[in-house]
T-cell receptor, first 117, second 109 residues
Framework: GAVVSQHPSRVICKSGTSVKIECRSLDFQATTMFWYRQFPKQSLMLMATSNEGSKATYEQGVEKDKFLINHASLTLSTLTVTSAHPEDSSFYIC?????????????FGNGTRLTVT | AQRVTQPEKLLSVFKGAPVELKCNYSYSGSPELFWYVQYSRQRLQLLLRHISRESIKGFTADLNKGETSFHLKKPFAQEEDSAMYYCALRTGNTGKLIFGQGTTLQVKP
């Protein structure tokens, strides 16, 4: 089945530094990927829609300059948390849909636990 | 506004008991509803979707447009069903999903 790989699975960084999270579709092409954020014991909140070859679409309230998204190929999207602060500590999850299968469901990565100290 | 509501944070039942996890949605267009499950320390995975009208692991869900609901049901719960369940709504053709708050199902022996 379709697999989405997310790396790293966990990262600890110091306040003020930037962190890059990668999301890859391993056996399918994804023109669109989605980035979610999940706080402890809460639901997944959509942050942005990553579009291959064009700018990402951010949800209301998400700072695009803080959460930089790059979708340079059909199998890779990256999320960079710039100048991270402790309040950015969270679980980030990416998902992707097979571009060839019109109505296919989303497949999710394993998530990245970011801790900013 | 597009919204998914799962009113129960936690549902605790005994093994063999029936289970119903509630999900209501708000969407003016034609909805596409999903149930995702997340077992302990595993990624989110699709359980079922309303357009498939199939039963997965004994679970079924019927879309009721009149009541704007998509409740997940299983007649006899198993301990291995213990997990977090999310109801999700897909709107338009962008593919993005809006998730409910999630319900933790705890099946006791």
């Amino acid at each position: 089945g379709a697999v989405v790989s997310q790396h790293p699975s966990r990262v600890i960084c110091k306040s003020g530094t930037s962190v890059k999270i990668e999301c890859r579709s391993l056996d399918f092409q994804a023109t669109t990927m989605f980035w979610y954020r999940q706080f402890p014991k809460q639901s997944l909140m959509l942050m942005a829609t990553s579009n291959e070859g064009s700018k990402a679409t951010y949800e209301q309230g998400v700072e695009k300059d803080k959460f930089l998204i790059n979708h340079a190929s059909l199998t890779l999207s990256t999320l960079t948390v710039t100048s991270a602060h402790p309040e950015d500590s969270s679980f980030y999850i990416c998902s992707a849909r097979d571009a060839r299968a019109g109505n296919s469901p989303l497949h999710f990565g394993n998530g990245t636990r970011l801790t900013v100290t | 506004a597009q919204r998914v509501t799962q009113p129960e944070k936690l549902l605790s039942v005994f093994k063999g008991a029936p289970v119903e996890l509630k999900c209501n949605y708000s969407y003016s267009g034609s909805p596409e509803l999903f149930w995702y499950v997340q077992y302990s320390r595993q990624r989110l995975q699709l359980l079922l979707r309303h357009i498939s009208r199939e039963s997965i692991k004994g679970f079924t869900a019927d879309l009721n447009k009149g009541e704007t609901s998509f409740h997940l049901k299983k007649p006899f719960a198993q301990e291995e069903d213990s997990a977090m369940y999310y109801c999700a709504l897909r709107t338009g053709n962008t593919g993005k999903l809006i998730f409910g708050q999630g319900t933790t199902l705890q099946v006791k022996p």
